[in-house]
């Protein structure tokens, strides 16, 4: 989730590229170290907009208007829920700030606009930044989801307690019950594959610059399953009401700048040009890249086909049941 530069050869944290390999070295724990500075103000916005949503999440509940209540009837007392209630909102928060430097990342790597409202450094900052508050944001949701655990499991031991949390909240395809066995584990995939990613743009200069642009468009992987988790496993996108569609909507801009991205990249390197003409790419990387583009275009057009439809995967709201008892008599999270 950190910038894609946009010259062909990596640039430093002076700028330079021709410094010395013993700057690049020092500059990564530099940059590191001031980001995580920087980061401090987004932060810090995050856990407002953390706190809002779990205060409405915790009226809605209070209420019996949440549609998690709707799809869990036993969890009808935020007091009792609260843990769970935080995890939701961090959830939340992350995917909120995961796709805004997703969106970053395209509008840094592709056709940017002949007037952007503050310099192309700051927007790479915000991209850095922003990256990295979204990874404690994720974590933050499963180590709340994992405190929830715990304090359901009070037939337990303690040890029991701990470990089976652990186990169904951090081991792929440990937690076995309904949509969970499916969604936790896309979860699980875009937490850990988020925080390598994430800090391998500080260590580039050890791996090479080509290969940290290569790993890092892997990045769009981490959305893609942050997203699909979310459509699987959140509650209040369980039906197929507005909360559901607005998700889906939220795609289509990501969408578009992808497919401008891989139609306009900055690096004049990853330009689609003629297969086989000279210093251009070879036939099959030319072929790759045009089924690349393809793709995008195919997906913005199934989005689209989706929010008119109205075929997003949203379950019918069932009458209400008698609420259950059993911390697993339910598929959602």
Not at 31 to 58: E, H, N
């Amino acid at each position: 989730m950190q910038p894609k530069t946009t010259s062909d050869e990596e640039q430093t944290r002076e700028g330079s590229p021709t410094a010395p390999p013993e700057a690049e070295r020092r500059s990564g724990g530099v940059r590191l170290r001031s980001d995580l500075r920087a980061a401090l103000p987004d932060a810090s916005a995050a856990f407002a907009v953390t706190a809002a949503v779990f205060v409405l999440l915790y009226v809605r509940m209070d209420a019996g208007t949440s549609d998690t209540v709707a799809v869990m009837p036993f969890m009808d007392d935020p007091g009792t829920y609260w843990m769970y209630l935080l995890s939701q909102a961090f959830g939340w928060s992350g995917l909120l700030w995961a796709w805004g430097t997703v969106m970053l990342g395209l509008l840094l790597s592709g056709p940017r606009p002949r007037r952007l409202p503050v310099a192309p450094a700051v927007l790479e900052r915000w991209h850095r930044t922003t990256s990295l508050t979204c990874m404690a944001l994720m974590f933050a949701h499963a180590l709340m989801f994992a405190a929830e655990l715990v304090r359901y499991e009070v037939e337990l031991s303690w040890g029991d307690r701990f470990w089976t949390a652990f186990v169904d909240t951090f081991v792929p395809f440990g937690y076995d019950s309904g949509t969970g066995q499916v969604a936790i584990p896309l979860g699980q995939g875009a937490l850990y594959l988020a925080v390598p990613l994430g800090l391998l743009f500080y260590v580039r200069h050890r791996i090479g610059p080509r290969t940290w642009r290569y790993l890092h468009r892997f990045v769009l992987v981490v959305y893609v399953l942050s997203v699909w988790h979310t459509l699987l496993y959140g509650t209040n996108v369980w039906y197929g009401d507005w909360p559901r569609t607005t998700l889906w909507l939220l795609q289509l801009p990501v969408a578009v700048l992808l497919v401008l991205r891989l139609l306009r990249p900055a690096r004049r390197s990853e330009q689609l040009g003629a297969p086989r003409r000279p210093g251009g790419p070879s036939l099959p990387a030319w072929a790759v890249r045009g089924l690349g583009r393809l793709t995008a275009a195919a997906v913005v057009v199934g989005l689209v086909a989706v929010v008119v439809s109205g075929h997003d995967g949203g379950r019918p709201r069932p009458a209400p049941e008698k609420p259950a008892t059993a911390p697993h008599d339910h598929e959602g999270e």
